[in-house]
């Protein structure tokens, strides 16, 4: 079953404005990890944050993370058209064995 | 910068045959995953390793199994593919060291599979 479930499934936002994405997990974590994946490609990882923090930034990119509610979000500020693609949160469930959600598909429009 | 190199792109297999898929990572990770990514299905989990001749079952493993002789190469293996086998397949390793559960992942760029 999967770790992470992300909304909303899909966003449309105009350049220059902030994209909010949310991922909820079921188990307890070591970490929780955000990823981006262009069309067609493999994944990249974005910014990992570990269960003993709350709020981490790199770049344009802010990441919360709510061990109580079990749920993370991933902040990107001042998007570009560039940022278009699909985010994916992770976590691992037991050693090393991390799950992913089925994505948010973000799209900027120029 | 680490990479992971999957050996094909896209492959066309019928069905029945066997079918490997090759993963090389070049950063000494201990561990090595195979996802299949579908259209609203997200990536879910095949088999992974986290050590040389070491094996995990994933989320869906039927159909599948894994080898890994050496640290650098994980192989997944179709015994004999379906056509519910076509996806894109997706390789990925991580972690060094005592810490390797809190290391991120890196991909290849895919495997797109055809099975007819």
């Known amino acids: 079953s999967q770790q992470g479930e992300e909304d909303p499934q899909a966003l449309s936002i105009q350049e220059g404005e902030n994209a909010t994405m949310n991922c909820s997990y079921k188990?307890?974590?070591?970490?929780l990890q955000w990823y981006r994946q262009n069309s067609g490609r493999g994944l990249v990882h974005l910014i990992l944050i570990r269960s003993n923090e709350r709020e981490k930034h790199s770049g344009r990119l802010r990441v919360t993370l709510d061990t109580s509610k079990k749920s993370s979000s991933l902040l990107i500020t001042a998007s570009r058209a560039a940022d278009t693609a699909s985010y994916f949160c992770?976590?691992?469930?037991?050693?090393?064995?991390?799950?992913f959600g089925i994505g948010t598909k973000l799209q900027v429009i120029p | 910068d680490v990479k992971v190199t999957q050996s094909s792109r896209y492959l066309v297999k019928r069905t029945g045959e066997k079918v490997f898929l090759e993963c090389v990572q070049d950063m000494d990770h201990e561990n090595m995953f195979w996802y299949r990514q579908d259209p609203g299905l997200g990536l879910r989990l095949i088999y992974f390793?986290?050590?040389?001749?070491?094996?995990e079952k994933g989320d869906i493993p039927e159909g599948y199994s894994v080898s890994r002789e050496k640290k650098e190469r994980f192989s997944l293996i179709l015994e004999s593919a379906s056509t519910n086998q076509t996806s894109m397949y997706l390789c990925?390793?991580?972690?060094?060291?005592?810490?390797?559960?809190?290391?991120?992942?890196?991909f290849g760029n895919g495997t797109r599979l055809t099975v007819t």
């Open positions: 390793s986290y050590d040389v001749k070491m094996k």
């Open positions: 990925a390793s991580s972690g060094t060291g005592i810490s390797s559960y809190n290391s991120p992942l890196h």
């Open positions: 188990t307890s974590i070591n970490n």
């Open positions: 992770a976590a691992p469930r037991g050693y090393q064995k991390v799950t």
